[in-house]
């Protein structure tokens, strides 16, 4: 199946920076809307952020504003998600998918085609 693939989950101090890639591999990503999640133990997934097709229009969750950026190069078929000042909340597996939807409605995770596997993201002291 074809689906893409998140790495740079790792463990982090509170207040550290990580860059998570979301890799398309065989699957182009160019024509789709890109959405970061994650799911901490014991929670149900929540959007983190969203990236539209051309990185015309982006969508944040609320508790990420102003620490996480979401970028992406079509030409290397991979999205990035850049986290700073990382919180032990922020801690769970991260997961990208691909979605036709804009990203102002893609937040909720409804109308995903595919997912990746996921990254774990640890922040803790």
């Known amino acids: 199946q074809l689906q893409p693939v998140e790495s740079g989950g790792e463990l982090v101090q509170p207040g550290g920076s990580l860059r998570l890639s979301c890799n398309g591999t065989?699957?182009?990503?160019?024509?789709?809307?890109i959405g970061w999640f994650r799911q901490a133990p014991g929670k149900a997934r929540e959007g983190v952020a969203v990236?539209?097709?051309?990185?015309?229009?982006?969508n944040y969750a609320d508790s990420v504003k102003g620490r996480f950026t979401v970028s992406r190069d079509n030409a290397k078929n991979t999205v990035w998600l850049q986290m700073n000042s990382l919180k032990p909340e922020d801690t769970g597996v991260y997961y990208c998918?691909?979605?036709?939807?804009?990203?102002?409605?893609?937040?909720?995770?409804?109308?995903?085609?595919?997912w990746g596997q996921g990254t774990q993201v640890t922040v803790s002291s």
């Open positions: 065989r699957l182009a990503l160019d024509f789709y809307a």
């Open positions: 998918g691909v979605t036709s939807l804009p990203p102002s409605r893609a937040l909720k995770g409804d109308g995903y085609v595919v």
């Open positions: 990236i539209g097709s051309r990185s015309l229009s982006i």
